[in-house]
């Protein structure tokens, strides 16, 4: 009976994917069909989308559309941004209060076949928003913004705001560990999954700095022995950097199968060393993990240092960044939050889906107050010169909103977030109006992303008023 069901479920979808109207661009009805399945959170139905309109990895695809229902709680198309007959940029506005911009790119439209679709989340719209009139209340209304969320979405965590150098708000909420009823503080280390992207990535431009590694060249100009030759010859620094060098994930089958034992960087790469590249580089952005495993591992090459003593000396301790580090997850560290994720009976650790420790591309910890000091050290030059920093937060051809292990954000700012399991992390810096935000949270994205979302959209318009005391 079961599967009768599905196979009608299935045979409804199929007859729903019609032509398109003729109002509509071909794009637009292959989103609007994609976002009725996504809505639907049936995963039979998502998988007949991506059968039909992928190019492969439906897998893939399912599960991470499903992934992001549980996150949104689905999604509606609030306004369409840009539209021809292969590309779309529309403003998305999620179930659950946060906002999106989602981007569909045809590579046919007869057969329409999906090339590309992507999104991020992005400020709410200033109409939707009573901006702050000064520093005072900006910190008053975030306040008042926590402590009114409740159920699923309460916000654990901590969060910093500073304006001009001098903090305006750094408070916490929630709990670090339940078991021993310790509370989140502002010093609080927090998992910052993905952001350690960013020291990577000035790891890096250091040593470009320095004369010692050059962006456009490929990696076997310092990798000679990497496993796949091919591989290596190909794909260039600046490509690991922005995601477009086709070097894949390495969450797989495979490296849960070896998760506790996949330690080092070089271990990773034992792992996925011989795996091909996914695309043409430079032809294609995909956000790769991997990648950054592998600019991690190049570090150590270059200087002889493992990678964590190199970004200690050269990143965390010029910035004055004594909280920051990743260390295996086995340790014993007062002060470190424990992550919980939703379980089927509530909220429960994230333990089982931890790497054995924090690496090159993710799963260090770190605190508010760090964090704010590495945005002050960048800004200032003192671990990058402007002319690389400009550069490494500047967007691509083929993704205007990412640099180089930056997110590029709206006049001018740049940033980075992290999310898995449990852990939800999100900094913008906003050199135009003078302003750092740092969200972390030990609970399931987005709930860090959508608080500086938040903060976002009702920073004062006028800085005129703006520096009055918290």
Same mark, same amino acid.
């Given at each position: 009976?079961?599967?009768?069901?599905?196979?009608?479920?299935?045979?409804?979808?199929?007859?729903?994917?019609?032509?398109?109207?003729? $109002?509509?661009?071909?794009? #637009?009805?292959?989103?609007?069909?994609?976002?009725?399945?996504?809505?639907?959170?049936?995963?039979?139905?998502?998988?007949?989308? %991506?059968?039909?309109?992928?190019?492969?990895?439906?897998?893939?695809?399912?599960?991470? &559309?499903?992934?992001?229902?549980?996150?949104?709680?689905?999604?509606?198309?609030?306004?369409?941004?840009?539209?021809?007959?292969?590309?779309?940029?529309?403003?998305?506005?999620?179930?659950?209060?946060? %906002?999106?911009? $989602?981007?569909?790119?045809?590579?046919?439209?007869?057969?329409?076949?999906?090339?590309?679709?992507?999104?991020?989340?992005?400020?709410?719209?200033?109409?939707?928003?009573?901006?702050?009139?000064?520093?005072?209340?900006?910190?008053?209304?975030?306040?008042?913004?926590?402590?009114?969320?409740?159920?699923?979405?309460?916000?654990?965590?901590?969060?910093?705001?500073?304006?001009?150098?001098?903090?305006?708000?750094?408070?916490?909420?929630?709990?670090?560990?339940?078991?021993?009823?310790?509370?989140?503080?502002?010093?609080?280390?927090?998992?910052?999954?993905?952001?350690?992207?960013?020291?990577?990535?000035?790891?890096?431009?250091?040593?470009?700095?320095?004369?010692? #590694?050059?962006?456009?060249?490929?990696?076997?100009?310092?990798?000679?022995?990497?496993?796949?030759?091919?591989?290596?010859?190909?794909?260039?620094?600046?490509?690991?950097?922005?995601?477009?060098?086709?070097?894949?994930?390495?969450?797989?089958?495979?490296?849960?199968?070896?998760?506790?034992?996949?330690?080092?960087?070089?271990?990773?790469?034992?792992?996925?060393?011989?795996?091909? #590249?996914?695309?043409?580089?430079?032809?294609? %952005?995909?956000?790769?993990?991997?990648?950054?495993?592998?600019?991690?591992?190049?570090?150590?090459?270059?200087?002889?240092?493992?990678?964590?003593?190199?970004?200690?000396?050269?990143?965390?301790?010029?910035?004055?960044?004594?909280?920051?580090?990743?260390?295996?997850?086995?340790?014993?560290?007062?002060?470190?939050?424990?992550?919980?994720?939703?379980?089927?009976?509530?909220?429960?650790?994230?333990?089982?889906?931890?790497?054995?420790?924090?690496?090159?591309?993710?799963?260090?910890?770190?605190?508010?107050?760090?964090?704010?000091?590495?945005?002050?050290?960048?800004?200032?030059?003192?671990?990058? $010169?402007?002319?690389?920093?400009?550069?490494?937060?500047?967007?691509?051809?083929?993704?205007?909103?990412?640099?180089?292990?930056?997110?590029?954000?709206?006049?001018?700012?740049?940033?980075?977030?992290?999310?898995?399991?449990?852990?939800?992390?999100?900094?913008?810096?906003?050199?135009?109006?003078?302003?750092?935000?740092?969200?972390?949270?030990?609970? &399931?994205?987005?709930?860090?992303?959508?608080?500086?979302?938040?903060?976002?959209?009702?920073?004062?318009?006028?800085?005129?008023?703006?520096?009055?005391?918290?």
């Amino acid at each position: 009976m079961k599967r009768g069901i599905a196979l009608l479920s299935l045979l409804l979808f199929a007859a729903a994917l019609a032509a398109a109207p003729a $109002s509509e661009t071909p794009v #637009l009805h292959i989103f609007r069909q994609w976002l009725d399945a996504f809505n639907s959170g049936d995963a039979a139905r998502i998988s007949a989308f %991506w059968q039909k309109y992928g190019k492969g990895g439906t897998e893939d695809r399912v599960s991470g &559309d499903f992934r992001l229902r549980q996150m949104t709680g689905g999604m509606t198309i609030d306004k369409v941004l840009e539209e021809t007959d292969t590309h779309l940029v529309a403003r998305m506005k999620e179930n659950r209060g946060a %906002w999106s911009e $989602s981007t569909m790119d045809l590579a046919a439209t007869n057969p329409p076949v999906v090339a590309a679709l992507m999104g991020h989340p992005i400020p709410p719209p200033e109409s939707s928003a009573n901006p702050a009139v000064s520093d005072r209340d900006l910190a008053a209304q975030v306040r008042d913004h926590v402590k009114a969320l409740t159920g699923p979405d309460e916000f654990s965590g901590a969060v910093l705001i500073a304006h001009n150098g001098r903090i305006v708000l750094a408070e916490a909420w929630g709990v670090a560990d339940v078991a021993s009823h310790t509370g989140n503080t502002p010093d609080t280390q927090f998992c910052i999954g993905s952001m350690n992207k960013m020291f990577t990535a000035v790891a890096i431009l250091q040593l470009a700095q320095q004369g010692k #590694l050059t962006l456009d060249k490929p990696i076997v100009t310092w990798w000679p022995d990497y496993p796949n030759k091919d591989f290596a010859a190909r794909v260039t620094i600046r490509e690991l950097l922005n995601h477009t060098g086709g070097t894949g994930d390495i969450f797989t089958p495979d490296y849960e199968a070896h998760r506790q034992e996949t330690r080092t960087l070089a271990d990773y790469v034992r792992l996925f060393g011989n795996r091909p #590249l996914a695309f043409q580089p430079g032809t294609r %952005w995909e956000y790769s993990n991997y990648g950054f495993i592998l600019l991690g591992r190049i570090v150590e090459l270059v200087t002889g240092e493992p990678y964590e003593a190199y970004i200690r000396e050269h990143i965390y301790l010029p910035a004055g960044m004594l909280h920051t580090i990743a260390r295996p997850e086995t340790d014993r560290v007062d002060g470190r939050a424990i992550g919980y994720t939703h379980g089927p009976d509530g909220l429960v650790p994230n333990t089982n889906t931890l790497p054995w420790s924090g690496t090159s591309a993710g799963g260090g910890y770190s605190t508010v107050h760090d964090l704010f000091l590495f945005a002050l050290a960048l800004q200032s030059g003192k671990l990058l $010169s402007t002319e690389f920093l400009t550069e490494a937060t500047r967007g691509s051809a083929l993704r205007n909103d990412y640099g180089m292990g930056f997110y590029v954000l709206p006049d001018g700012g740049y940033g980075h977030g992290g999310g898995g399991p449990g852990i939800n992390a999100e900094m913008h810096i906003l050199p135009h109006g003078g302003y750092v935000l740092v969200a972390l949270a030990n609970r &399931d994205p987005r709930m860090a992303t959508n608080i500086v979302d938040f903060i976002t959209s009702i920073l004062p318009r006028s800085t005129t008023s703006a520096g009055e005391s918290a």
